[in-house]
């Protein structure tokens, strides 16, 4: 078996500072991800992280957006267009719901 050299870029950011769990994550472009997790409360959240090609830091941008104020666990996130997405997930029940990204601001709003 082949060994290989791993190294960290950047520093590790800490998005959720109380509780997470179960993350998700789809790409929007070349430095924006979109994140889905279980926070606290077991609330869904959902936010874009942003890397800088330069530094290899990622920040969080916009602010959180608690979408599910009951129980968020196991979720899935697909791509509709440049800016919506689909969020699949499991809660007392299954759901699915249509989130938007503003690409200028990058706040994230529920459709």
Do not use: C
Request: hydrophobic share 35%; no cysteine.
């Amino acid at each position: 078996m082949a060994d290989y050299d791993v190294t960290l870029e950047g520093s590790a950011l800490e998005y959720d500072t109380v509780e997470a769990e179960f993350p998700q994550s789809i790409k929007i472009d070349s430095t924006h991800t979109l994140v889905t997790w279980q926070g606290s409360g077991n609330d869904g959240f959902v936010q874009v992280m942003e890397r800088n090609d330069t530094t290899e830091a990622v920040t969080a941008k916009g602010s959180k957006l608690e979408h599910d104020t009951g129980i968020q666990y196991l979720s899935s996130i697909q791509q509709i267009d440049s800016n919506h997405f689909a969020l699949f997930y499991v809660g007392n029940d299954v759901y699915v719901q249509t989130i938007e990204v503003n690409l200028t601001t990058w706040a994230v709003s529920e459709v």
